[in-house]
């Protein structure tokens, strides 16, 4: 059979509420135009983000009834390290409350000011991390991975050339490790290949540097490994991930993502005596070791949802149902980051719209007309949350897990090819309110008049 059908059946359903374009011109006002703003009962698809927004399994749920409560030695403590022991072979498995929880606590062991982190692109919770220490945090993508429109099939690699000429220019001293994020998602959500992560092996091998992933899309980025990176079709996904973790000496990982949790995190690690200071930081804030700010069910629905996204007929569903999305706006003429990545579309609004100027935010003009035309919620990802460091104007559509179905994306579809048909009509916006930090979340927007 052709179709790619969802893997599975729906046993509990939530309703999601329909608006009039009416009813959304007042929530949108009320909001100052901006997204995070929105009660979300008055949003039909939710696309804000893919993490902790999952659709957990039956097996997810039976597992939260055998959560151990216990505040120290909790058995669910010792089955999460289990599962992911035999998945990364990692010595030191430290449950934290989500994956940011994780890099604060790497970071500001590892760091000092005036060292330097490269990443592939870190993500801005990592990046906030790893400032705050002082230290720098380097992003190195592809040169060609800034051309939205080039279709390379590993576009989240690190520049392994920028990687070599950083170290030698900084001295291998000033680097206390080099991370890779899979998939990439600040750079599109796109994968990195088994070649780069075993030259950044070899590279931070030869200069004594410790090499860490971002693991939060692990799966996805292993199914794009098996299906196009040559000598990898015979692998599970499985077997494709343990190698990936084979190579690295720990990883940050969220669990709201390729996990199917609504939260959670880890830290992982091979240094016995680092992993000793992190558990003595973890009391500090998170709480015991054996919990790590998680309740016992959460460890368990954890454990649970790693076994699950590793299977082929998920990933394979998942996988396509994002690219779907992405081919049926890209080839009736809406610009995305190509090739489609995994766990999101990026429309490109800056391409799309190139009569707003960056001044007035083309991605955020365009995510709150997708809101007023089909109540869909996305997140604009440019000058309004990056201010004058934005690479492109993008408005990112993040598919949350096992969620929604194809009459969903059939209907988002539909959606902005209405709006591509008029986008001539899409005017800017200027920000008449903004606090000190992060102003994507709460700043104030109104559209600019027309003549
Ligand atoms: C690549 C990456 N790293 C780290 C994080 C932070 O994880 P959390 O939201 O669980 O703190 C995210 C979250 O979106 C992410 O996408």
């Known amino acids: 059979m052709k179709t790619i059908i969802e893997p599975f059946r729906i046993k509990s359903v939530e309703p999601i509420r329909q608006t009039t374009r009416l009813q959304r011109e007042g929530f949108i006002k009320a909001a100052g135009y901006n997204l995070f703003q929105i009660r979300a009962c008055d949003i039909l698809i939710d696309l804000l983000t893919d993490s902790g927004t999952s659709a957990m399994s039956t097996e997810q749920w039976a597992a939260i009834m055998r959560g151990d409560e216990s505040y120290a030695g909790s058995d669910s403590f010792y089955r999460l390290e289990k599962t992911v022991q035999d998945l990364t072979a990692f010595r030191h498995v430290?449950?934290?409350?989500?994956?940011?929880?994780?890099?604060?606590?790497?970071?500001?062991?590892?760091?000092?000011?005036?060292?330097?982190?490269p990443n592939n692109t870190h993500f801005d919770t990592t990046r906030a991390n790893i400032e705050v220490t002082g230290a720098r945090a380097v992003?190195?993508?592809?040169?060609?991975?800034?051309?939205?429109?080039?279709r390379l099939p590993f576009k989240g690699n690190i520049h392994i050339e920028a990687l070599e000429r950083l170290i030698e220019t900084e001295g291998a001293s000033k680097i206390p490790l080099v991370m890779v994020t899979v998939t990439n998602n600040s750079g599109g959500g796109q994968p990195v290949s088994m070649a780069n992560l075993e030259k950044v092996r070899e590279i931070t091998r030869r200069h004594g540097i410790p090499f860490y992933l971002d693991a939060c899309r692990f799966a996805e980025n292993a199914y794009f490994i098996q299906q196009g990176e040559p000598g990898y079709a015979d692998l599970s996904p499985r077997q494709i991930a343990r190698k990936m973790f084979s190579l690295a000496d720990g990883c940050t990982f969220s669990a709201k993502k390729d996990a199917f949790a609504n939260i959670g995190g880890l830290l992982c690690t091979n240094d016995d005596l680092l992993a000793g200071q992190e558990k003595d930081l973890l009391i500090l804030t998170e709480g015991f070791p054996t919990y790590g700010g998680l309740a016992g069910r959460d460890?368990?629905?954890?454990?649970?949802?790693?076994?699950?996204v590793l299977d082929s007929d998920y990933l394979r569903y998942r996988i396509?149902?994002?690219?779907?999305?992405?081919?049926?706006?890209?080839?009736?003429?809406?610009p995305i980051v190509e090739p489609p990545g995994g766990h999101a579309i990026y429309i490109d609004a800056g391409r799309m719209l190139p009569h707003i100027p960056r001044s007035q935010f083309p991605g955020q003009a365009l995510a709150a007309e997708l809101y007023l035309h089909a109540g869909v919620r996305s997140v604009e990802i440019g000058s309004v949350m990056f201010g004058e460091n934005a690479r492109h104007e993008l408005l990112r559509l993040a598919i949350p897990r096992r969620v929604y179905t194809q009459s969903h994306i059939d209907y988002l579809v539909e959606a902005i090819l209405e709006i591509n048909d008029r986008k001539h009509d899409l005017r800017g916006f200027e920000i008449v309110e903004q606090p000190q930090f992060l102003r994507h979340f709460s700043a104030r927007f109104q559209p600019i008049a027309g003549e």
Do not use: M
């Open 94 to 117: 430290i449950p934290t409350h989500q994956g940011r929880a994780a890099e604060r606590i790497l970071f500001s062991l590892v760091c000092k000011p005036g060292q330097t982190i």
């Open 299 to 308: 460890l368990d629905a954890i454990a649970v949802g790693l076994e699950e």
């Open 139 to 150: 992003d190195l993508p592809l040169p060609e991975a800034a051309d939205t429109q080039a």
């Open 320 to 334: 396509a149902s994002t690219a779907y999305l992405g081919r049926h706006i890209a080839d009736h003429g809406v």
